[in-house]
């Protein structure tokens, strides 16, 4: 078990830009690739201590800079 989510990024961006603007908007995402050399589209993103409504609003954000790196 874990208090986790696995999210497929299915556009190639650059997840070193996307984990410092995520976190310079206080979203702490972590690479899959940590977990495994194969998992480059992969965001693992925890949610053990957020609330309902932080969850909401970070992905909502997050999907923004996903867009912006995409563009």
Do not use: C
């Not at 190639?12 to 996307?18: V, W």
């Not at 495994?36 to 609330?51: H, P, V």
């Amino acid at each position: 078990g874990g208090f986790f989510i696995w999210l497929k990024v299915i556009h190639n961006i650059p997840m070193k830009k996307l984990f410092s603007e995520a976190l310079s908007k206080g979203i702490l995402l972590n690479p899959g690739r940590i977990y495994e050399e194969e998992s480059d589209q992969y965001i693992r993103l925890s949610y053990g201590y957020a609330t309902p409504e932080q969850m909401t609003n970070g992905i909502k954000l997050l999907s923004e800079l996903i867009r912006k790196l995409t563009a």
